[in-house]
């Protein structure tokens, strides 16, 4: 866990650049400290906002993930 809310939006905008792969440079929903800041109106705000995530794109990722695992296990003529 972060140490404080900068160090917590810093981690999660590292993570969101990740996860775009090849979008990475992207800035989108990108935020600055000073911009969160303003929004939730204290550090402690912004440190528990970074550890919230969206359950829609978070469950669509996961399967994706694991569609492929069992597709990629099931397709091979490997021998076992």
Same mark, same amino acid.
């Given at each position: 866990? /972060? /140490?404080?809310? &900068?160090? /917590? ?8 650049? +990740? ?33 919230? +995530? ?5 469950? +669509?990722?996961?399967?994706? &993930? ?6 990629? /296990? ?7």
């Amino acid at each position: 866990m /972060a /140490a404080n809310g &900068a160090g /917590a939006m810093a981690f999660r905008n590292g993570l969101k650049r +990740t996860m775009r792969g090849p979008l990475a440079g992207s800035n989108y929903k990108i935020k600055s400290y000073d911009d969160l800041f303003a929004y939730y109106g204290s550090d402690d705000a912004i440190k528990a906002a970074s550890g919230r +995530t969206n359950r829609g794109f978070n469950a +669509t990722g996961a399967n994706l &993930a694991i569609g492929g695992s069992v597709g990629a /296990a099931n397709d091979c003529d490997c021998q076992q």
